[in-house]
């Protein structure tokens, strides 16, 4: 990295897409072309491309699929975009994870899903983009250069504990840094944190787990947030680490020590910091926390407050329906059978208020990883097969719908882990498989709302026959 933090000359950016009626559209910029430089800086990702883009005075150099390259000097409105749009955030390749986690989901997935899956990213740029966490093992010097240069705000980091000695084993990499170090080091630049721990029984709880709480406590403002997930196990461990889950007895005690916490938090911070994801609420039999517990909402994406979000947002959207109007129809839900109570006493709401609707919740068991993995975003298009042959009779008597949420979905496209397709599994069983967004307001839509002869739901979503 140059003092001005630009990467060194690398290979460039290729174009995917060029935007119609865009500045690079005017200059006849095409897909396939190569983005080697902007104002003669290299560009190695978005993040790089969008500080410089900002300027109102750009020299673009672009290298043509023959080998000529063009010159581009251009003049346009501050923040003005190209109009150029590319096939992935970094340009110069992802990072990958070094470490050898203990409790790694990857190395306990099975073979044949789509490739995608097996990849370990530990990419910090991808934390500054999208929330993914990272463990800060594989920085550089060139890359805390970047961070601090870039001011790369919120990092989203995987903790797990602040005992040094644990983490290298945690992380099962030897050579490890101190994360209080590097933690400090990101708090004396203004850099925002987010932080989780994935809770493993016999690791890092119990006093472990107060120090790591208290450590991190400590670097407030700077820590905005402390996740507590617990471990995800699947029955793809063969081999690897000897971990179990956490048992409900005790998440419950987790969840008690986090509301003691949040009280000594809220009274020097007025924001309770640490959070349990709803899995550590739901596996403990435990009502979810009301929405002032999560304060901002800082880690809906890492399953802290996400349910609850649902919930509150299905009651309201529910409460606007003054007198649904539904045709007699029914509808099995389908989720995991970690959900499941949740979801039957949503639907169940929604069945007292519309006359005409009988749905059912069908609680699925995971086939595919495992009766241990209870999720519904893990569920396979081969686990809604057999878990909902036995609802297709109910259905077809009243020419029925089965609901199932995108979540199950990839996110860019309509296939489930495993590449079946929602469309595929509709024919297979021979009912309709409506896609609903999972939202609340998703699925009192896909509840109350039919699709049409369009073949689009009322509501939302898109439907399968």
């Excluded at 902007?38 to 672009?62: F, M, Q, S, T, W």
């Excluded at 003691?260 to 809220?266: A, I, L, V």
């Excluded at 709803?278 to 926390?289: F, H, K, T, V």
Aim: aromatic letters at 8%; one cysteine or more.
């Amino acid at each position: 990295m140059t003092g001005d933090g630009s990467f060194l000359p690398d290979q460039g950016a290729d174009i995917a897409a060029v935007r119609p009626d865009s500045i690079a559209a005017e200059l006849d910029i095409q897909p396939g072309d190569i983005l080697v430089s902007i104002n003669g800086k290299p560009v190695p990702d978005i993040i790089v491309y969008r500080y410089l883009c900002a300027e109102e005075n750009l020299e673009v150099e672009i290298r043509k699929p023959g080998g000529d390259r063009w010159l581009l000097e251009i003049e346009k409105d501050y923040d003005q975009d190209l109009g150029l749009e590319f096939a992935a955030p970094t340009f110069d390749g992802l990072r990958h994870c070094r470490n050898k986690c203990l409790f790694c989901f990857v190395d306990q997935m099975p073979p044949g899903l789509r490739p995608g899956l097996y990849i370990k990213d530990d990419d910090y740029r991808y934390s500054f983009l999208h929330g993914n966490f990272i463990t800060l093992t594989n920085l550089k010097p060139r890359d805390w250069e970047y961070i601090l240069h870039w001011h790369l705000s919120p990092l989203y980091i995987s903790v797990h504990t602040t005992n040094p000695e644990l983490r290298r084993k945690m992380l099962g990499n030897p050579r490890g840094e101190d994360v209080i170090a590097q933690l400090r080091k990101l708090a004396a630049a203004g850099i925002q944190i987010h932080t989780q721990i994935v809770l493993c029984p016999g690791l890092n709880d119990g006093l472990e787990l107060e120090r790591t709480i208290k450590d991190l406590g400590s670097f407030y403002p700077a820590v905005q947030s402390i996740a507590i997930v617990p471990v995800g196990l699947t029955s793809r461990r063969e081999k690897l680490f000897p971990l179990r889950r956490v048992t409900a007895e005790e998440a419950a005690r987790v969840g008690e020590r986090i509301s003691t916490w949040q009280e000594k938090f809220r009274r020097s911070f007025d924001r309770g910091l640490v959070y349990g994801a709803d899995e550590l609420y739901l596996l403990a039999g435990l009502p979810l926390p009301p929405a002032p517990y999560y304060d901002d909402f800082p880690q809906t994406e890492n399953g802290v407050g996400l349910t609850r979000l649902f919930l509150d947002a299905f009651t309201t959207a529910l409460a606007s329906i003054s007198r649904p109007d539904v045709r007699q129809r029914r509808v099995v839900v389908a989720t995991g059978a970690l959900a499941a109570p949740v979801m039957a006493e949503l639907v169940g709401a929604a069945v007292t208020r519309a006359a005409n609707l009988e749905a059912r919740v069908a609680s699925l068991a995971n086939h595919f990883f495992g009766p241990q993995v209870t999720v519904a975003g893990l569920l396979t298009g081969q686990d809604l097969l057999k878990g909902l042959k036995e609802y297709v009779p109910w259905l077809r008597a009243r020419g029925g719908s089965v609901l199932i949420p995108g979540v199950m979905l990839k996110r860019d496209e309509p296939v489930f882990l495993d590449g079946l397709t929602p469309a595929r599994l509709a024919a297979e069983l021979g009912v309709e498989v409506q896609v609903v967004p999972a939202t609340g307001e998703g699925l009192v839509a896909g509840l109350l709302s039919p699709p049409n002869r369009a073949g689009k739901p009322a509501g939302g979503g898109f439907p399968f026959a």
